[in-house]
């Protein structure tokens, strides 16, 4: 059964700082893995998208790798804001057109 | 991008009565769409995957004739939570799966339904 772990479960960073939230999966066996943001009651906003035949995606000041033989993925975000602060969540389909799978999500806290 | 909708955002109903919430994708037709289920700073626990002109099919330990899924259309599928009780309380998120390509589902804004 797959699992999805994200750590750490919460980051706090002064603003300007580059940082990186990991992301693990049990079964390397995926179709693609994307990573959302998600404010507080809010529903869910897709930042990116990696099929499993891809390394990295990125968009803006974010990059996402993916190392599928290793089951991991990591969200980079350089020269973070205030803005950002929200939980960042990790998911993974199996197979195509398979619901999604997620972790429990980085609350990332960035202070001005 | 892809625009999933929701309908209600927010719902206080009291407790034996039943909430029906609707989801939407505006601009594409969805033949699969997800319902999913958040508790506070949980993750979103997948309920039930709705195919349009057939049943759904729930995932174990979700019962079936107490969150009624109907799919009657390409582009809308309603959750009902029958007699519903305070520990119903969550928020409630619906995505719809675009059936080409990438397979990428988009993410309804999310339902929060507080039963008294």
């Known amino acids: 059964k797959q699992e999805v772990t994200q750590i750490p479960a919460a980051l706090s960073v002064p603003e300007g700082e580059n940082l990186v939230l990991n992301c693990s999966f049990t079964d390397s066996a995926i179709y693609n893995l994307q990573w959302f943001r998600q404010d507080p009651g809010k529903g869910l906003t897709s930042l990116l998208l990696i099929q499993s035949s891809q390394r990295e995606q990125t968009s803006g000041r974010l990059n996402a790798s993916l190392d599928k033989s290793s089951g991991r993925s990591t969200l980079y975000i350089a020269a973070s804001q205030p803005g950002d602060s929200a939980t960042y969540l990790c998911?993974?389909?199996?197979?195509?057109?398979?619901?999604?799978?997620f972790g429990k999500g980085t609350t990332l806290s960035v202070s001005s | 991008g892809a625009v999933v909708s929701q309908h209600p955002s927010r719902v206080i109903c009291k407790s034996g009565t039943s909430v029906k919430i609707e989801c939407r994708s505006l601009?594409?037709?969805?033949?699969?769409m997800f319902w999913y289920r958040q508790f506070p700073k949980k993750s979103l626990m997948l309920m039930a995957t709705?195919?349009?002109?057939?049943?759904?099919?729930?995932e174990q330990g979700v019962e079936k004739d107490k969150f009624l899924i109907n799919h009657a259309s390409l582009t809308l599928s309603t959750l009902t939570v029958t007699s519903a009780h305070p520990e119903d309380s969550s928020f409630y998120i619906c995505?719809?799966?675009?059936?080409?390509?990438?397979?990428?589902?988009?993410f309804g804004p999310g339902t929060r339904l507080t039963v008294t």
């Open positions: 998911a993974v389909a199996n197979q195509a057109g398979t619901a999604l799978i």
């Open positions: 601009d594409f037709q969805a033949t699969t």
């Open positions: 995505s719809a799966r675009f059936d080409r390509g990438t397979y990428e589902q988009y």
């Open positions: 709705s195919n349009e002109g057939s049943k759904a099919t729930y």
